[in-house]
């Protein structure tokens, strides 16, 4: 199998070798064949080997079908995303620093969101990029459908029945036939229903789908979340062989276990999590020894528990990570593991696995210890109780080690920045929600010393830890985030230029630091910091060291969160071969296995991401809506100004929403393409970002997701 693989991989570099000669003259599959001296009776397989090449857009057919590379031809593959308002751009994946390709919405064809395409390259400019550097292209192609199955809420015309998707960058709605699902049930309208796509080909007729389940009242809010893990491919409830197997695991840690392990129940050893939190699997401890601290960093072992190839192990890594919803947790182990056996509650014996590190009175870090542990937390703090602890003046004993432990974090902090790391840290709004889903009020969490606390400690670890088994060649997966595209970054620097913003290089790390500084504090900080996050790469995982940009470290590992992370359960393997653990080299995985294990734990990481980020969403949509009738105001900031209006982030809720042009009743506005700001023909007055506005709710928009806001007063 794998010398069939080898000759294949082969075949396919000799395919692509000889498109990208400069004197290759475009052939068909016959002659390529041909001239590559295939053998009659291989050829069924090089024609297979040419449609998978092309369905990942690798190569592509041109007239009489023949084959090139898609950039001899002013072509390019890749995903397009797809705006709400229906322009798209296709990522441009093939690292030629061309950037991606602008495709207006005319041009889409019948592309999705998300789908994956080849489009040409044309000549023609578009007004929506007027400055820019940007290309613009046309769809040609449809390589793979992303969403062949659709998420959305049945409606009705006078002669059709459709389903508007959830979704709002799945800008078309699609025609349903009146039907029971296969279940039975028959929708009715404003029913959450799921659509199974059928094949569309004709951009001047709306697709045509199937109901394949009905999920009941869109606006029921226990439908409404399962809509979202239908519409993400989350997964439901745990199959009954994986429940048997978390069954059959002992609660109690047998003595022969304990007397492998260096035990830690006699430490003051506590948790800090969020106050809703139920699977702890971090603890510390900071002791002051002689001439400066000594910290341990304990980690729930689930890799005990868990073992490669089990069911358990195969329903982990499928799922990836859990997921967490405004109003469940969809975990990836069951529960008598999660918040169970593996959680790291207080006043119980837990089996972890510990890095003990030694630090002078300078924080300099003088040694370390990795071991399998038993611990007993004393005590479960949430963030909240932890931050009035550290400002307090108690001096009871909990109160004092976390106090000593701050001390020691607050220097590892500040010596990361001093050596490069960005702070991109920034406040979240949860949606707090009653038993029935819906959303009843907001809760601002800053980022403050409880929180920075315990991540010093994470990061310390799962350093050291990516950092030894990179040293000693151990089969790992490593968190990584490459260093950004310098394009990118130039056009964010444009921005903030056009903005008024003074800013230096941003590819120069200091002038990045420096750029953060400047932006902290101000009204728009963090739509500022979106600005730049969405100028760097996104992290991902990795079977190299590739460090962590970010971060500012060389080698980076995911080893804290195993209960929740499938990625540092493969961590938790890798660190019983640094303890010389029997058999533990034959629980890795093999080095040629590394990259698909990577990108699926990529593919449920952004499922995952995507489902929180929409879920928070709608509900703070649910909660503005609730206060359509009721007196109140909010403090807003202007992100951006277009030539239909202003986009206004509100604080305390960070969602940003639409003030349009024509609220602005006191006066007529232009709009000032230059400076981005409008500017009132008769008063004069001027609205740009960086403003800060007084805004009430005006109109909330289910469908696509979007809320109007209108200004409350200005002087």
């Known amino acids: 199998m794998g010398s069939s693989k080898g000759v294949a991989q082969a075949l396919e570099q000799r395919v692509l070798s000889l498109l990208g000669n400069a004197k290759y003259q475009p052939l068909d599959k016959t002659d390529l064949a041909k001239k590559l001296g295939v053998p009659v009776d291989q050829r069924a397989g090089f024609r297979k080997l040419l449609g998978q090449l092309e369905a990942v857009g690798k190569i592509t057919r041109i007239r009489k079908d023949r084959y090139v590379l898609p950039q001899a031809a002013d072509l390019i593959a890749g995903v397009i995303l797809i705006n709400p308002q229906g322009f798209g751009y296709v990522v441009n994946e093939s ?13 889409t064809s019948t592309a999705l969101h998300r789908d994956r395409v080849v489009a040409r390259i044309t000549d023609e400019p578009s007004p929506a990029l007027r400055g820019s550097r940007k290309r613009v292209g046309k769809v040609i192609k449809i390589l793979e459908r992303a969403n062949s199955r ?20 799945l800008v078309h709605d699609i025609y349903v036939p009146m039907a029971a699902d296969g279940s039975g049930r028959r929708p009715v309208v404003n029913d959450k229903v799921v659509v199974r796509l059928e094949a569309w080909d004709n951009r001047h007729v709306n697709p045509e789908g199937e109901i394949i389940e009905v999920l009941g009242p869109a606006r029921d809010p226990k439908v409404e979340m399962l809509g979202i893990i239908k519409k993400h491919g989350l997964p439901g409830d745990f199959p009954e062989n994986v429940l048997r197997e978390a069954g059959e695991i002992q609660s109690d840690i047998p003595a022969s276990e304990l007397n492998k392990r260096f035990d830690l129940r006699h430490l003051p050893i506590f948790t800090i999590d969020p106050e809703d939190a139920r699977d702890f699997d971090d603890a510390i401890h900071v002791e002051q020894i002689k001439g400066g601290w000594e910290v341990g960093i304990h980690i729930a072992d689930v890799s005990h528990y868990v073992r490669p190839r089990s069911a358990l192990d195969r329903e982990a890594f499928q799922r990836g990570n859990s997921v967490y919803l405004p109003d469940r947790v969809i975990p990836m182990l069951p529960e008598r593991l999660s918040n169970g056996v593996c959680s790291l509650r207080p006043d119980e014996d837990h089996l972890t696995k510990s890095v003990l590190v ?40 909990l109160t004092l080690d976390l106090k000593l432990a701050w001390d020691l974090a607050s220097k590892l902090r500040q010596k990361r920045f001093q050596v490069g790391a960005l702070d991109l840290d920034m406040p979240e709004v949860r949606v707090k929600v009653d038993q029935e889903g819906r959303a009843i009020g907001l809760i601002r969490e800053e980022n403050d010393i409880s929180h920075q606390l315990i991540e010093e400690f994470m990061l310390l670890a799962n350093e050291i830890v990516g950092r030894e088994t990179k040293v000693r060649s151990i089969v790992s997966v490593y968190r990584i985030h490459e260093d950004p595209d310098p394009e990118k970054l130039m056009e964010l620097r444009e921005l903030l230029l056009s903005q008024g913003i003074e800013i230096g290089d941003l590819s120069n790390r200091a002038e990045m630091q420096k750029f953060l500084k400047k932006i902290a504090g101000r009204p728009d900080e963090g739509a500022l910091k979106v600005s730049l996050l969405r100028s760097l790469r996104k992290a991902g995982y990795s079977g190299l060291s590739l460090g962590h940009y970010g971060l500012a470290k060389a080698d980076y590992s995911h080893f804290t969160s195993p209960i929740r992370r499938y990625a540092d359960l493969v961590t938790h393997r890798a660190f019983n071969v640094l303890l010389g653990r029997p058999n533990a080299l034959k629980q890795l995985p093999r080095f040629s296995q590394l990259e698909s294990i990577c990108e699926h734990l990529a593919l449920t990481e952004r499922s995952a991401a995507d489902a929180e980020r929409e879920a928070s969403r709608l509900k703070k949509l649910d909660y503005l809506e609730s206060l359509l009738r009721k007196p109140h105001q909010f403090s807003g900031v202007v992100t951006e100004v277009r030539n239909y209006g202003l986009l206004v982030e509100v604080l305390d809720i960070q969602l940003v929403g639409l003030v349009h042009v024509s609220s602005l009743e006191e006066d007529f506005y232009t709009f000032d393409a230059v400076r981005r700001r409008l500017i009132g023909r008769r008063r004069k007055r001027t609205y740009q970002i960086g403003d800060v506005l007084p805004v009430r709710v005006a109109r909330v928009d289910r469908f696509k997701q979007q809320v109007d806001f209108a200004i409350t007063k200005r002087n």
């Not at 690292?95 to 041009?107: L, Q």
């Not at 071991?371 to 949430?382: E, F, G, M, N, Q």
């Open 95 to 107: 690292g030629d620093g061309e950037g991606d390709v602008y495709i207006p919405a005319s041009y």
């Open 358 to 397: 030694r630090f002078d009175r300078n924080g300099r870090q003088k040694g370390f210890r990795l071991a399998a542990t038993v611990i007993r937390s004393r005590s479960r703090l949430t963030y909240r109780e932890a931050y009035e602890r550290l400002i307090s003046s108690s001096d009871d004993a």
């Open 150 to 169: 659709i998420v959305g809420t049945l409606q009705q015309s006078q002669k059709f029945y459709y389903v508007v998707p959830d979704d709002p960058r």
